[in-house]
Structure formats: C-alpha cells, structure tokens
C-alpha cells in the first residue's frame, strides 16, 4: 500500500539537500551578473562627478583671468593653493575638492616636511598639515587634484624657468592641449621634458615621494578607466590614457616624448 500522506508530510517539512545547492548556485550565478555590474554604475558614477568638479573648477579659472586682466595667480604666500586663490569663485564647496575616487587619507607616503603632510595615491586624497605656513586654513590642504604649476604669473621656483611660464590664459598655445588642474597626488607640480622617464615600480609610494613630487609622475596614474582626468584651458575635461600626459602642451618649451609604455602600472 502506498502512503500518499507521509510523502506529502515530508514535503511540507523543507527543502531538500539539492533544492538548497540548487537555490545557492542560483543566487551565486546572479551575484557574479549583478556585482560586476554595480561596480561599473560606481566607478562610472565617479568619473562624471570628477568631470563635473573639473568643469567647476575651470570656470573659476575663466572668473579669475577676466578679474585679473588676462594674468593667472602669482607665486607666494597662500596662492601657491589653487584652492585658496579660487576660493572666491567656486563658494569654498568642500566637495569640488575631492574626486570622489580619491576621498580618503593614507598615511602610507609622508612627505616628511610637516607631521601631518601625507602624497596621495591612485585612489586616495593628499593632505597638508594644518601647520603648514602656506596654508590660510586646514580646508584647502585637503584634495585630490594637482595644478599645472607652468600656468602661474611670476617668478616660479627652482623648478621652472620664468620663460616657460604662461602667465596670462590669452597667451597659452594649443589650449585644448594645455592643462590648467587633473587628478593627481598632491596639490601641483611642473612637467617637463627633461624629467626622466618613470622607471617601473612595484608600489606607488617607491614611484612618487618627495624626491620627485615637482615632476609629471604627480599626474601619472589610472584613477578613472586607463587613464585620469584633465581640464584644459579651453575649458573641456577629457579622461586621457596616463600615457598621453608626456604628449601634452604644460609649458612654452615642453617637448613632446613620443611613445611611453606604463603598462606595469596596471596593477596598482
């Protein structure tokens, strides 16, 4: 005699051994669709709201140089930070200060001149301390953006030669070429041709430290697809491979380098 009422019992008590595998390997197979997926939405996501912050902050550039009869900022005092000499022009939103890829503040690569002065990374924010003379407040040592030091009025440092300098946005060549502010590791530098071509590094604190933050590896990395973003003087942002920065316009002189291979980047 067969008993339809036990097996029907049995059946209302739970899922059976394979029911339950099949179930997860379900779950897992949409999980491996869908994360993947998500993560493209993010990082997307990130991109455009780094353009966007790029875009803002070339209108204060515009606002500026129209205030100013052409000129960009001088050298000294508080306006060696971008963010300080534009303040007026972009509100002193905090956010336009940080890519959204690059929010957070290691403590892996000191600069070694103030306690709290910290390079950033491919994915992180650089950060001055608050005790350092040139800043007016703690804000404006915090960012994920680096100026085109060859844009600024004035006598620049030991890293540039006046002649190179811009100076005035009415005088820059090729300005769909030339960058005026990009992703980057701290908060400027001065590119240029006679720097040395990077050599490979396993970690970006071995790539990019004090004995060479002045120079184009402030730019170098793939923070936004293979490359990062730039605003140019004329006001466009473009997401360029970290490659074409040795191709780009930064000073009156710059020579262009041709071919650079940093595929041993990849993995940072």
């Given at each position: 005699?067969?008993?339809f009422?036990?097996q029907?019992?049995r059946?209302e008590?739970?899922f059976t051994?394979?029911?339950?595998l ?5 779950i ?5 669709i869908?994360v993947?997926s998500?993560?493209?939405a993010?990082?997307?996501a ?15 550039y515009m ?9 960009f900022a001088?050298?000294?005092?508080y306006q ?5 000499t534009?303040r ?6 905090d956010e336009m ?8 503040v290691?403590t892996?690569?000191p600069?070694s ?7 950033g990374?491919?994915f992180?924010a650089?950060?001055?301390?608050p ?8 804000d404006?040592?915090?960012g994920s ?6 844009i ?5 440092p030991?890293?540039?030669n006046?002649n190179?300098t811009?100076?005035?946005m009415?005088s820059i060549?090729s300005r769909?070429?030339t960058?005026?502010l990009?992703d980057?590791?701290w908060n400027n530098?001065w ?7 990077p050599?490979?590094?396993a970690r ?17 990395m793939?923070r ?6 730039v605003?140019v ?6 997401n360029w491979?970290?490659?074409m920065?040795?191709n780009?316009?930064w ?10 291979n940093?595929?041993w980047?990849n993995?940072?």
């Amino acid at each position: 005699m067969i008993h339809f009422g036990k097996q029907q019992k049995r059946r209302e008590q739970g899922f059976t051994l394979i029911e339950l595998l099949v179930v997860i390997a379900i779950i897992a197979l949409l999980l491996s669709i869908v994360v993947p997926s998500l993560r493209a939405a993010k990082k997307h996501a990130q991109n455009v709201v780094c353009q966007s912050n790029l875009r803002q902050w070339g209108l204060s550039y515009m606002l500026y140089t129209e205030e100013w009869n052409g000129y960009f900022a001088p050298w000294g005092g508080y306006q060696v930070s971008f963010m300080e000499t534009l303040r007026p022009y972009y509100n002193d939103i905090d956010e336009m200060r940080l890519c959204p890829s690059a929010k957070e503040v290691s403590t892996a690569n000191p600069t070694s001149l103030q306690p709290n002065s910290f390079f950033g990374y491919t994915f992180n924010a650089w950060q001055v301390d608050p005790s350092a003379d040139w800043l007016p407040d703690d804000d404006s040592g915090l960012g994920s953006y680096g100026e085109n030091s060859w844009i600024r009025s004035g006598q620049p440092p030991a890293y540039g030669n006046i002649n190179d300098t811009w100076k005035k946005m009415t005088s820059i060549q090729s300005r769909s070429q030339t960058p005026l502010l990009a992703d980057a590791r701290w908060n400027n530098a001065w590119p240029n041709h006679t720097h040395p071509l990077p050599s490979p590094a396993a970690r970006e604190e071995d790539f990019y430290n004090l004995s060479n933050w002045h120079q184009i590896e402030c730019f170098v990395m793939r923070r936004h697809k293979k490359g990062l973003n730039v605003l140019v003087a004329d006001g466009s942002v473009n997401n360029w491979e970290a490659e074409m920065l040795w191709n780009l316009n930064w000073h009156r002189s710059y020579q262009k380098r041709g071919d650079v291979n940093l595929d041993w980047m990849n993995s940072w």
